[in-house]
């Protein structure tokens, strides 16, 4: 029904029975150990300082509505399904909020 045009070599053998020892080798080598799982990092103590954020750092908890006009010249609000550049500024103050607008954590950057 299909014709399928096998090469064979001298031998009897086709020419992929040929990597089979050698792939065995090669998976033999391969690393088996199970990845060391390392603890989660806490956020140290962020200096806010850098960012004239320090006037801030008792606002956590407390609506955005209360320190924004108050809130440096280079500063952002970031809602949790806003999007942000990565780029890092240290004199920019991130002001972070849940949906209902409640400050959660403020960082330089």
């Not at 020419?15 to 956020?43: K, N, Q, W, Y």
């Not at 924004?68 to 004199?91: C, F, K, M, N, W």
């Amino acid at each position: 029904m299909f014709d399928i045009a096998v090469t064979t070599l001298s031998d009897g053998e086709t020419p992929m029975h040929r990597f089979i020892p050698a792939l065995v080798l090669l998976a033999g080598c391969a690393e088996t150990t199970a990845p060391v799982e390392t603890p989660a990092s806490t956020d140290a103590p962020v200096d806010l300082a850098f960012c004239l954020g320090d006037d801030f750092a008792d606002s956590i908890g407390q609506p955005v509505s209360t320190i924004q006009a108050q809130l440096p010249e280079r500063s952002r609000v970031l809602g949790p399904d806003d999007i942000a550049t990565q780029d890092y500024r240290i004199d920019r103050l991130n002001v972070f909020v849940n949906g209902a607008g409640i400050i959660q954590r403020l960082t330089c950057g």
